[in-house]
């Protein structure tokens, strides 16, 4: 294997991981809140047409990545008054606001199909960028793709060294007691809920905006489902995140360049493959899991919590 | 006389109940106060208000002699109030450090902590270790990481609700040395509890509640423990004896009964032997957490063990199911009230019928005739006096107590040839407690036989002709009450336990 292609596997498994570490990190916040939001690929699909829309009107990145965040939060928002203040259920809420979201992203984003845009380029940071081997391996990327590893660290130093971060995780471990000294459960889990659309529009725009530069129906592909399962994998862990979807960046790379390197196995299986190693990842890590007490599952997920008092 | 806390003519309805009614309570500085009341009886809304969590129709409060209306807990903590809940308001994924800082306001996460907990823990006596994740610990030591993090806003007055009901005797003694110490000190106690033998010891002034409304102020010490359950229930309680202790042959035996624990926190159990004869009334004493859960879930069929380890009738029934004992006419009451005794989201009807191992007489072809069910479940609510509004309420949401005597009437009423219950009374008030003794009795009088395992003491001594201890997973010999027993069971419990 010659280096510029073993450079351009590790930059491509790069760019494949990080709508879901933008997913992921996401969902995240939210589980650890003790908020299961399954509408995760509603929330990246509407991101990415928003994302798509705004570039091919204005041409400005930086709009298009903000509308790409606000279009996530809005459906989120939805979501969040469901489940927080109907006290709706959170599996079915979540399912319905993907189904939605694909929906309404597919309805919407009828004009667009033909359509192409100049997508976000990677800027090489000066000087570092130069560095052999390092270089492109570190320095030579896209910012959103340091922004995502970025928010990692963020969401991890949020949850671990602040106060409401404390709050935050002491309210998904069990809400009642959060409540019974005081804390405004709901009010921290729509804010929770309102960043994972956030960072789920990002990742969605991440496709549309970055990976290729056009817009698709369904153009996720399942990406929300193996951010949800990713949350889990990590068990609950921020940094494992990045581990996680780096795995499943490779898997999908690899099913990429397979083809190229003249492994012969057809494209249908190769093209299963990711989804083959969430369920396999998932079942093996509930299998070591087995015969222990897990403290890693915030306690109240999925839970409703309705106030008595 | 100076107070701490004036609470005048405070009402608070729900709808047409009256939770409180004109209740007043004035509590001294420095002193343990107690508040009595049955299950119901408005305590917990009462103390909901001077904590800040409810807010009162009527009525004002003062503390230490300025207006007090808190409008959330954060008002009252900054006053100088703190509580202790009786379901323990604890994170279990988090350490003891971070549910401590949880529970203060002004403390964020970079204080580097550890120290000062370690300051007020060695202050107080309350050994804990801020590292450890709370799920790890013992209830007691999680008692003592509230108590602690109370302790550390350093309050004028600390409210304990029920703060014994789940600790061993040990335990009790140790938290009534930190309370004392702690009003010594210039901190009111407020303290709820059921259980008056406790309230005469440590408290200086009851306050007492019935259905809502105040009966009386009184010093404990000057009325006797019957005295004081009998203004809490209204009325004379039953003096409790068993009318002819007939005991005939035997019915029930456990075997060389072995079982290693699946879960780390487990106790193993050590060949269990046990003879249980009709008409009797077996106890098993013994401090929580030395195998009783785990000796239950066999009993009840839960987890099945080895054919001949159990022995009912002469039938070997180790292997059955928990629904196949009942059709023996084998019936339990579990200590954890929902989720073993009952399925929390479903009506008290539905779990009515749920644990009948012979339902024919409330179905017609298999079909449920709820017409039926509500007659059975309405008689036990009116035999054992459940508070409820109806058959069709959930039992998750009836107080503990309330349920436990639903739980209890339930397999009381199918007159079971042998009944087996863990905890018969716990969280349950003194006349309801009295009821359920009394209906046990009852049923040991008509010939059927009871296993009782218990760590209240006197429940045991009270009702008990022959009594085991269980310590660490092995089983003493039966100890026969007739022959001065007491002394050697307080030596086998104390003898078990390991510090």
Not at chain 1, 86 to 106: I, P, W
Not at chain 2, 143 to 154: A, K
Not at chain 2, 198 to 216: D, P, W, Y
Not at chain 2, 438 to 463: M, R, T, V
Request: hydrophobic fraction near 45%; proline fraction near 3%.
């Amino acid at each position: 294997m010659n280096e510029s292609l073993f450079i351009n596997i590790i930059i491509g498994i790069s760019i494949a991981s990080v709508p879901l570490i933008f997913a992921a990190i996401g969902e995240l916040l939210v589980e650890r809140s003790g908020v299961l939001n399954l509408g995760v690929e509603g929330m990246m699909i509407v991101g990415a047409l928003l994302g798509f829309v705004v570039m091919s009107h204005t041409q400005n990145p930086y709009l298009a990545v903000l509308s790409a965040m606000l279009g996530g939060m809005v459906i989120a928002s939805i979501f969040a008054f469901l489940t927080q203040f109907l006290l709706t259920n959170q599996v079915a809420t979540g399912l319905a606001l993907t189904l939605f979201g694909l929906g309404f992203a597919a309805f919407a984003g009828r004009g667009y199909t033909e359509e192409t845009i100049q997508l976000i380029t990677a800027v090489p940071i000066p000087y570092l960028s130069d560095i052999p081997y390092l270089g492109p391996l570190l320095f030579s990327f896209n910012p959103l793709v340091y922004l995502a590893f970025f928010m990692v660290y963020l969401v991890w130093w949020f949850l671990f060294k602040t106060k409401q971060g404390l709050i935050l995780r002491a309210i998904g471990d069990n809400h009642d007691a959060a409540h019974a000294i005081g804390h405004n459960v709901v009010r921290y889990r729509v804010m929770a809920i309102l960043f994972g659309g956030a960072m789920a529009g990002i990742g969605g725009a991440f496709l549309s905006l970055v990976q290729v530069p056009i817009w698709g129906e369904g153009m996720t592909a399942g990406r929300g489902w193996i951010a949800l399962g990713l949350v889990v994998f990590a068990s609950w862990q921020p940094f494992r995140i990045i581990f996680g979807a780096i795995l499943f960046g490779g898997i999908t790379i690899l099913q990429i360049h397979a083809q190229g390197l003249n492994i012969n196995v057809s494209a249908q299986y190769l093209s299963m493959l990711p989804y083959l190693a969430t369920i396999v990842i998932l079942v093996s890590l509930r299998m070591r899991l087995k015969n222990k007490t897990n403290r890693t599952v915030p306690n109240c997920l999925g839970r409703i919590f309705h106030s008595t008092t | 006389m100076k107070y701490q806390l004036e609470v005048s003519n405070i009402t608070k309805s729900y709808g047409d109940l009256k939770a409180n009614d004109n209740v007043s309570l004035r509590i001294k500085d420095s002193s343990i106060h107690a508040l009595l009341g049955e299950n119901g009886a408005g305590k917990s809304t009462l103390v909901k208000i001077i904590y800040g969590s409810l807010s009162p129709d009527s009525g004002e409060m003062k503390w230490a002699n300025n207006e007090y209306s808190p409008k959330s807990p954060f008002q009252a903590r900054e006053n100088g109030i703190a509580m202790v809940f009786q379901h323990f308001s604890l994170f279990e994924s988090l350490t003891v450090e971070e549910n401590i800082i949880l529970g203060l306001d002004s403390v964020g996460l970079n204080d580097n902590f550890s120290e000062q907990i370690i300051k007020y823990s060695k202050q107080y006596g309350l050994d804990i270790n801020p590292q450890q994740v709370v799920g790890d610990l013992s209830v007691g030591a999680r008692q003592r990481v509230e108590i602690i993090r109370c302790l550390m806003q350093n309050p004028k007055l600390l409210i304990m609700d029920e703060p014994t009901s789940v600790l061993t005797p040990q335990e009790v003694a140790d938290l009534f040395v930190t309370l004392k110490k702690l009003a010594a000190d210039g901190c009111a106690i407020l303290y709820i509890s059921h259980k008056l033998e406790e309230v005469r010891e440590i408290c200086s002034e009851a306050t007492i509640l019935r259905g809502g409304k105040l009966v009386q102020s009184c010093i404990p010490q000057e009325h006797s423990q019957k005295e004081l359950a009998e203004m809490m229930i209204g009325k004379k309680l039953t003096e409790l004896a068993r009318a002819n202790i007939a005991v005939g042959e035997s019915i029930f035996s456990i075997d060389n009964l072995s079982r290693k624990s699946d879960d780390i926190y487990g106790v193993n159990l050590n060949n269990i032997a046990l003879k249980i004869n009709k008409g009797s009334i077996v106890g098993i004493a013994g401090v929580a957490g030395n195998g009783q859960d785990e000796l239950m879930e066999l009993l009840i069929g839960e987890i099945s063990s080895p054919k001949t380890t159990l022995n009912f009738n002469g039938q070997d029934i180790g292997t059955l199911n928990s629904h196949e004992r009942r059709q023996l006419s084998m019936f339990f009451v579990p200590e954890e009230r929902l989720g073993h005794g009952a399925v929390p989201d479903m009506s008290l009807d539905e779990n009515m019928l749920l644990s009948r191992p012979d339902s024919t007489e409330m179905t017609s072809n298999d079909v449920i005739d709820w017409k039926k069910v509500a007659t059975h479940s309405k008689n036990v609510i009116d035999t054992f006096d459940v508070q409820t509004p109806s058959s069709r309420m959930l039992a998750k949401s009836l107080s503990g107590g309330n349920l436990q005597k639903f739980m209890v009437g339930r397999e009381l009423i199918q007159n079971p040839e042998l009944l087996i219950v863990a905890q018969p009374t716990w969280g349950v008030d003194a006349g309801s407690a009295n009821n359920i003794h009394q209906a046990l009795i009852e049923l040991a009088d008509k010939g059927s036989a009871i296993l009782i395992i218990s760590q209240d003491l006197d429940e045991i001594l009270s009702l008990c002709d022959k009594i085991h201890v269980l310590s660490e997973g092995k089983l003493s010999d039966a100890v026969d009450m007739k022959s001065k027993g007491l002394e050697k069971i307080s030596q086998l419990m104390v003898g078990g336990k390991t510090q």
